[in-house]
Every structure is written in structure tokens, then in C-alpha cells.
């Protein structure tokens, strides 16, 4: 992570290559002049500086802060139309400026795309470096080891060709890259895999965009709403709504079928306090086939639990309820027979809906207003449901007739458009309310025919989703976790053996142990040959007739590293 | 399990936690005594605790122990254990004695705030940090048990006051502002995920944790360093400015990369239980910001020429991120993590 440019201070602007053999400006301009390619470099020198790198990084994540504060078109657009409505001033500026599509918006574009190119730029020239590091030799030792931050000295009972091919066998062991050179000493290096990882971490970030934006490119994602007892096949238009990505190809949708049997759910109702009323169990009992003509399969669609079918995964994503309503004609014919899908507006599913009969004549015939699963019975604050279950359903309608569909534009199924319609109202003139339980039937006024509610059922909302990118982003997030391991937690160490011959006389070249090496290093400076061990004396004349060596081992690492000073005193343990 | 064992173990679970906030709070009273004993009668201690790290191999070489092996600077396995650290002053008995009874009383609290997750997970059967209150305990009880583990080991006797301190804080919060009733998961949450995602959470929060207070003693010691005062008092016998950030470093470095983890894993949960693993939902902001944050620091802190307090700043600020994660986006904001439980 260190070998990143750093300039203490700003790069001065190099002049370009031209610039000197032309004459000198004549007049008051006295600052060199940069020619293209000479700001193009000083540009690219900034880019990729880690003092801008870092400020970039900072200003990412300030920069992903509003996404999180403003409503976010991706996410809820009427979210956003209310903000804008009910910010009448701050609204529309923050409109232009981005704030509800903060991830999509040029300035955060803009500081995430510059961050990829300083990360390419700080990228590709280290993996040159590293590159040629890999299959290159740890370098020579440094003459006098003892100027290095760790050392050891001490002395061998042997040659010094011995100690160094004893530490060369030993370094290789514990997994160094050793040379052994020519002036009697040893180098070795490890932890290679540091910068390597730091280069995968970095280049997996790079990676996971790339995936990001194949996602993007070529997603599909299509929202549909089934109810009990419904069949869906994945056309194009058979969704309620499709959004896919600016490369995809809507014409090779999986023609998969989804037959929903039954949608099971469950609501906690034991449990006091915000508990109560808590969803505990959604689960779609579906029947599918991949193809058409395939043989049906059984499955479940559950939260956390997608299908697969043909590639194209699908989720259960919402729920509700869809009241089987019923409206005849004063003799009788049916004219709207179906489960009509209502949207909960809250956790207990207060929900609403429209029902429109467009058969109806000589008006056509509207219903919107309230599904309440389990009605608060005396509608004191209005149509509300106490409880999400089905313990006390109700419908609570109001009743429209006129123009449907006036200018004949598309509108949304859950709502009416009142534009050519007229409520229906009692003989006083106040609204007609109808409340309805299941099984009832209500006698419209005015030879308007009747309104049957006969059962409740469940819808599911099911979402159907391509992304070709997730696989290639899931591989780079596993990489980048590697990378960051390998980089946080292995260490770079160069290690360096220089062994000398000692002098012959016995006395001057005690033998070795921990508490020589200590009194080698107490010297401080003088560094060897301290004569105060007579406790020794009696084992050193003992060993007399050895050859001594002289051994310094030195330890060079990239960053701080306090583990390197223990490796090297157990080396000396393993040497002596 | 039956309706009424399950409520009892509840109730249990509940009087433990209580009881750990008592005991704790006895804890957080003797480590503060313990800082308080600290304070140097000689001179000498304070040019001991600050002394510059290069001769530090004398000591190691002396008895194996010196500030090298009671680095958290990186996984201590590989270095000797055993030996004095040498170079540390002389903590008075006193002090020994107040950090001795902590210790013991920290981990009392401990086992009853571990004994207190795992009565509520047996209540409800299954890992007990499916809404705020949980989690929150959940990860005090992470906090307080690394903590009494590497406590003795890491010589972190005067980090008592910074790590139980909070922990008391997060159960007060937890059980005042956010209990919840024990009750079973809401079906986006009944997923092996939890148990991978959430976990890591709350080890990355608790890891943080702990670098951020040893971040904030950094700084103070490091001014205190830098303009020393005639009157000593404890911060003489802390460790070592550069220490005390090498060891922050540690551990935000350990934080950061569960906390990559838990991103990740945060994104494939997300892919299965709401179809797409990235809709910079809230909390995934959040979690991105706080990422992007640490990611600076290590970043700051790799470059030379970067001042090391510069650097911890950062790290400082990821952790407050890291608060506002966990409050003002569980809380205020709403987003796909309407988990907290409350309403």
C-alpha cells in the first residue's frame, strides 16, 4: 500500500520535452510553459497521487450520503414526487442537482470514475514493478547489518560456509527466497504475497465495477402481481411492469409458466408490543413449467428462497389480498366475476383497490375504496384493519359511473380516474357507502344491478430478475476479501546472514547464547568482544579447537513490524 | 418449546442483562480506580512509557517479552509468550490489585450478558440478533468477552474504563430505548445469513469498538507526549503513543476486514432475500460509507507523509459512522433493514 506515489509536496508542472530548445518568451511571462503532453503528465502525476486518491475516497463516501437522506427515484418515485411537492423551493433544485438519483448522477459518476482511474494508474505500474520483483533475486546484503533496525550478532561453533548454508536451508524453510552471494552472506526474502494481494484487491475492485455494469447493461427485471388460483407465462407483456437494461434483449425472455395454487401467511399473534401483527411465514405454492409443454413442476416461493427457472430467477416480494367480487345486472347476467388485487397501505394491510366494470350499461360502472382484512368495526377513524389476517374482512366501497376510460389512455388497475365519473349517491345526496362481508350481496340503487363480495383471496407479488453481471461481481467480492487478507496480514521481511571467521584466540570469541548476544548489542556501537562472561570461561576453553564464526543477521521490513525482531532472535536460536 | 418456558427464559434472560449492568458498573468504577492508582510516583516511568520503539530488541533479546509480544499489532500467535514486559513501568500493587479485582468482576458481567443471549436464543430458537435490542446486546456481549480474553495477554488493564464503558452504554441503550419483545424472526430474516452476516456484524462492531477507544487514548497521549505536563497522573504509565496506534491500527485492520465481510455477505443475503444484492438501500449506504471511510485510513495510514494522527482521525470518523449505522438509519431513515424491532 506504500508504494503509491506520494509527493510531500505538489508535483512542480514538468515542462514539456519541446519547451527547452525553444527561445526564451520575450515580455512578462516568466513561469515555464507546459506544452499538452507536459499538463497531460502533470494531470496524470495528480491523478494517480494517493494524496488525491485518498480525498477522492473521502468524497465518495460523502458524496453516497444524500442518497440515503432524500428519497431515491430508484427506489420510490412517489417518494420523491411528495418531496418535490412538499418542498416547493428546495424540490427542484435538488431535483437538478441530482439528489434523487444520487447514484446515477453526473457528479457521483464523476468521483467514482476518477477513482477507477487513479486506481488503474496506481494499478498497472505496480504490477509491472511487482512483475519484475517476482522474478528477481532478494538483492545484495548491505555491507554492515548492524545499521539495520533488527539484528543479531553472534558466533557460530563452525565455518562461516556452514552457518550460511545451515541459515540458507533455513530461511528456504521457513519459506524465503534466498540467495546465497559471493561475499559470505545470505539474503532472503518473503511475503511477496503482500503486494500481490494488494494488486488483486485493487484490481477486484476494478472487477467488481466491470460486473456492475454488465448487470446493468443487460438485467431484466419484470414485477407481476398473481392471485390464488392464477396462471402466469413470462411474456413481455404479461408483467405489470418490465425494466430492463438499456442492452437487453426482451425478446428472449424464458417463456417459463408460474401457476400459484395457494400463498400461505402467517402473522404473529402471540407476542405483545410492536410484535404483534409481525409477518412470520409467506409462502407461494406454485406450479411451473420452464417451457411450454414441460412437465409441471411443484415448488415453493418463499422470502429468501427464489426459483430458478430457465436462468431467470423468482422472487415472492409483496403480498395481499385480492376480494372476489361480483356485479350483476338487474336481470341477472354477470358482468364482472374476478379476484380483484388490492395494495395494503399499511402494516395491516388497510388496502386499496378499484373495480371496474367496464360491461355495464347504459353507464359503465366503477367501485373503488378499502379492503380491511380485519375491520375495525365502528369506522370511528374512517375504513381501517386492526389485525394484517383475515380474521374479520370487510369491504368498504364507494360507487362511480360514467366514463371509465376517458380519452381512452392507460391507468393504473388499483385506482379510478374521476375525471367523467359521478358518485352515486343516496336519495339525500350523501355518498353511498357499501359495506360488505363475505358472502354478502348489496342491491345497487336506481336498477344499477347487484355487488356480491364472495370470498377473500391472496395475491403474490412475484419478480422476476436476470443479472448476467452477479456471478463476475460475487468472484471480484470473494477476490477482494483474499487480496485484503493477504495484504493486511502478510509481511514483507528481506533477511541478510553475513558470517566472518573469527579470530583464533578462543577468549576473544565466547561461545554463543542469548546472553552473549545481548552483551554483543549492550556494546552498542562497539558491537562485539565483551569480555565480561568469566562464568563462561571454563565452556569456552572447553571448545577451543572449533572454527568460530562471526554471524550477524539483520531484518529490513516495508512497514513497521514488530514481529520481525522475534523472528530473528528464533533464527539465531535455530542457528546455534 | 412450550409458550410458558419460553417466557420464563425471556424473564431470565432479561434479569441477567439487569444484573450485568450492575456488575459492570462495579467493573467500570475499578478500572477507573485502577487508572487512578496508576498515577507515577517517579519521574522515570514516563520517559519508560514513552520511550522510542528502536532499542525495544534489547528488551526482547533480554527475556523474550518486551513491547513486541504484547503487540496486537498482528495475530499473536507467532510471538513468544511469557516474560515481563520489561520496558513497562512498574504498575503500583494498588493498581495491580484494582485491575486484578476488574478483570474478575468484567468477567462476571460477561458470563451473565453471554448467559443472557443465550437464554434469549433458546427462548425464541434462534440466534438471538434478529432486531435492534439483540443486536445490541449481542454485540456488547462480543465486546466484553474479547475484551476479558485479551485482556491479560495484551497488558490492557488500562483499556478497562474505554471498553466496559461503552458496553454499559449499549446495554442501558438496549434495554431502555430499543427492547423488544421475544418473538420469532419476520420471514426476510429466517435465513442461514443471519446467523453468517449478522455475526460478523457484530464481531466487526465490537473489533471497532475497541480501536476507537484505543484511538481516542492515542490522541490524548500523543498531546500529552508532545506538551508534556508538570503534574503526572496515569497517562504517564499508558503505553506508548506510537504503541497505542499501532495497536488502534490492529484492530481497525481486523475491524475493516470483517467488515468487508460482512458487506459482501450483507449482498449475497440481499440477492436472495430481496433479488438484487446492491439498491443502496439506507443501511447498504451506510455500510459502503463506513467501508469507503476505514478503507481511507488504511490508506492514510500507508502513505508516508501522512501524519499518524491525521490518519486516526479517520479511523475515528468511520466509527462514528459506524454509530449513526446502527441509530440514526435503523431509527429515522426508512429503508429494506426495517429490522429494529421497534415502531
Known amino acids: ?73 430508484s427506489i420510490d418515485a412517489v417518494k420523491v414526487t411528495d418531496y418535490i411537492v412538499a418542498h416547493a423551493t428546495s424540490g427542484p433544485i435538488l431535483d437538478r442537482l441530482g439528489f434523487f438519483d444520487v447514484y446515477a448522477s453526473p457528479w457521483f459518476s464523476a468521483i467514482y470514475l476518477l477513482l477507477v482511474v487513479s486506481l488503474i494508474g496506481c494499478i498497472v505500474p505496480r504490477s509491472r514493478i511487482h512483475w519484475h ?67 488483486v484487491f485493487h484490481i477486484a475492485i476494478c472487477v467488481i465495477i466491470v460486473g456492475v455494469a454488465i448487470g446493468h447493461l443487460f438485467s431484466f427485471r419484470g414485477d407481476v402481481i398473481v392471485t390464488e388460483g392464477e396462471a402466469f407465462s413470462s411474456t413481455v407483456s404479461s408483467y405489470n411492469s418490465v425494466i430492463p437494461g438499456p442492452l437487453t434483449n426482451l425478446d428472449q425472455l424464458p417463456p417459463f409458466t408460474i401457476d400459484l395454487q395457494k400463498l400461505d401467511v402467517k402473522f404473529e399473534e402471540q407476542a405483545r408490543g410492536a410484535q404483534l401483527g409481525a409477518p412470520r411465514e409467506f409462502t407461494a405454492h406454485v406450479q411451473t413449467t420452464e417451457k411450454p409443454g414441460d412437465q409441471p413442476q411443484q415448488q415453493t416461493i418463499s422470502p429468501n428462497h427464489p426459483i430458478t427457472l430457465d436462468g431467470t430467477e423468482v422472487f415472492l416480494l409483496g403480498n395481499g389480498y385480492a376480494p372476489v367480487v361480483t356485479v350483476k345486472d338487474t336481470k341477472g347476467h354477470v358482468l364482472y366475476s374476478q379476484a380483484t388485487p388490492f395494495l395494503a397501505q399499511d402494516n395491516n394491510y388497510t388496502s386499496t383497490g378499484a373495480i371496474k366494470v367496464g360491461s355495464a350499461r347504459p353507464k359503465q360502472l366503477a367501485f373503488s375504496g378499502f379492503f380491511l382484512p380485519t375491520a375495525e368495526p365502528t369506522y370511528a377513524n374512517g375504513p381501517v384493519s386492526i389485525f394484517p389476517d383475515d380474521q374479520n374482512p370487510e369491504l368498504a366501497l364507494s360507487i362511480w359511473e360514467g366514463d371509465l376510460y376517458p380519452g381512452g389512455r392507460p391507468q393504473s388497475v388499483y385506482t379510478l380516474n374521476t375525471a367523467q365519473l359521478s358518485q352515486v349517491t343516496k336519495a339525500d345526496g350523501s ?88 552483551a554483543i548489542r549492550r556494546a552498542d556501537g562497539a558491537d562485539m568482544h565483551t569480555h565480561s562472561q568469566p562464568s563462561r570461561a571454563g565452556e569456552v576453553s572447553a571448545a577451543g579447537a572449533i572454527p568460530r564464526t562471526v554471524v550477524t543477521i539483520g531484518g529490513l521490513a516495508k512497514n513497521a513490524d514488530p514481529g520481525l525482531g522475534t523472528l530473528l532472535i528464533r533464527l539465531r536460536d535455530e542457528l546455534t | 418449546m412450550s409458550a410458558d418456558l419460553s417466557t420464563e427464559l425471556v424473564t431470565y434472560s432479561n434479569l441477567a442483562l439487569y444484573s450485568a449492568m450492575a456488575v459492570f458498573t462495579v467493573a467500570m468504577l475499578l478500572f477507573a480506580f485502577h487508572l487512578a492508582a496508576l498515577g507515577p510516583e517517579k519521574m522515570d516511568r514516563s520517559v519508560a512509557a514513552s520511550r522510542p520503539r528502536k532499542p525495544a530488541l534489547v528488551g526482547a533479546a533480554e527475556g523474550g517479552g518486551s513491547d513486541l509480544d504484547s503487540d496486537a ?14 520496558d513497562e513501568p512498574e504498575t503500583s500493587l494498588r493498581a495491580r490489585k484494582m485491575a486484578g479485582m476488574a478483570i474478575m468482576v468484567s468477567w462476571l458481567g460477561t458470563l451473565l450478558v453471554v448467559s443472557s443471549v443465550v437464554m434469549r436464543g433458546l427462548a425464541v430458537m434462534r440466534p438471538p440478533w434478529g432486531n435492534m435490542f439483540e443486536f445490541a446486546v449481542a454485540g456488547a456481549a462480543a465486546v466484553a468477552l474479547a475484551f476479558c480474553i485479551l485482556v491479560r495477554r495484551n497488558h490492557w488493564e488500562w483499556l478497562g474504563l474505554f471498553v466496559i464503558g461503552p458496553v454499559l452504554l449499549t446495554l442501558g441503550l438496549a434495554l431502555f430505548a430499543f427492547y423488544t419483545e421475544a418473538a420469532e424472526l419476520v420471514p426476510a430474516l429466517k435465513s442461514v445469513w443471519l446467523v453468517i452476516h449478522v455475526t460478523v456484524a457484530i464481531l466487526a462492531v465490537g473489533v471497532l469498538t475497541i480501536g476507537f477507544s484505543v484511538g481516542i487514548v492515542y490522541l490524548v497521549k500523543k498531546r500529552r507526549e508532545e506538551s508534556p505536563s508538570d503534574r503526572r497522573n496515569f497517562m504517564e504509565t499508558l503505553p506508548s503513543a506510537a504503541r497505542l496506534e499501532r495497536t488502534a491500527y490492529g484492530l481497525n485492520m481486523v475491524g475493516f476486514i470483517l467488515w468487508t465481510f460482512t458487506l459482501i455477505a450483507g449482498a449475497i443475503w440481499a440477492q436472495k432475500a430481496w433479488s438484487s444484492y446492491w439498491t443502496w438501500d439506507p443501511k447498504e449506504v451506510w455500510t459502503f460509507v463506513i467501508w469507503v471511510v476505514y478503507a481511507a485510513y488504511m490508506h492514510a495510514r500507508a502513505t508516508a507523509g501522512w501524519e499518524p494522527r491525521k490518519a486516526m482521525t479517520i479511523a475515528l470518523v468511520g466509527y462514528v459512522c459506524v454509530i449513526l449505522n446502527f441509530t440514526l438509519v435503523n431509527l429515522v431513515f426508512t429503508g429494506l433493514h426495517s429490522y429494529s424491532g421497534l415502531k
Open chain 1, 133 to 199: 520483483t517476482l522474478r528477481s533475486k532478494p538483492p545484495r546484503a548491505p555491507k554492515r547489518l548492524e545499521r539495520l533496525d533488527e539484528h543479531v550478532t553472534f558466533t557460530y561453533a563452525g565455518e562461516p560456509a556452514q552457518v550460511l548454508e545451515a541459515a540458507r536451508k533455513l530461511l528456504r524453510r521457513q519459506r524465503f527466497r534466498v540467495v546465497v552471494n559471493a561475499d559470505d552472506s545470505v539474503s532472503a526474502e518473503n511475503g511477496y504475497l503482500r503486494e500481490t494481494g494488494n494488486l
Open chain 1, 1 to 73: 500500500m506504500s508504494t503509491r506515489t506520494t509527493p510531500q509536496t505538489p508535483a512542480p508542472p514538468e515542462t514539456a520535452p519541446s519547451t527547452p530548445s525553444s527561445p526564451p518568451p520575450r515580455g512578462p511571462i516568466t513561469q515555464p510553459r507546459l506544452g499538452p503532453l507536459g499538463w497531460a503528465r502533470w494531470a496524470w502525476r495528480q491523478l494517480t497521487s494517493m494524496r488525491t486518491a485518498l480525498f477522492l475516497l473521502l468524497l465518495l463516501s460523502v458524496g453516497a450520503v444524500p442518497g440515503s437522506i432524500f428519497p431515491q427515484r
Open chain 2, 73 to 86: 499489532d498482528l495475530p499473536a500467535g507467532d510471538l513468544p509468550s511469557g516474560g515481563g514486559p520489561d
Open chain 1, 431 to 518: 355518498p353511498l357507502l357499501i359495506r360488505l362481508k363475505p358472502g354478502q350481496t348489496f342491491t345497487l340503487p336506481g336498477d344499477r344491478g347487484t355487488i356480491s363480495f364472495d370470498s377473500v383471496a391472496r395475491w403474490a407479488g412475484l419478480s422476476a430478475r436476470v443479472d448476467p453481471g452477479q456471478g463476475l461481481t460475487l468472484a471480484a467480492a470473494l477476490l477482494t476479501l483474499l487480496g485484503l487478507l493477504a495484504t493486511l496480514l502478510v509481511r514483507r521481511r528481506r533477511v541478510f546472514v553475513r558470517a566472518v571467521a573469527a579470530p583464533d584466540d578462543p577468549s576473544d570469541a565466547p561461545a554463543t547464547g542469548p546472553a552473549e548476544a545481548l
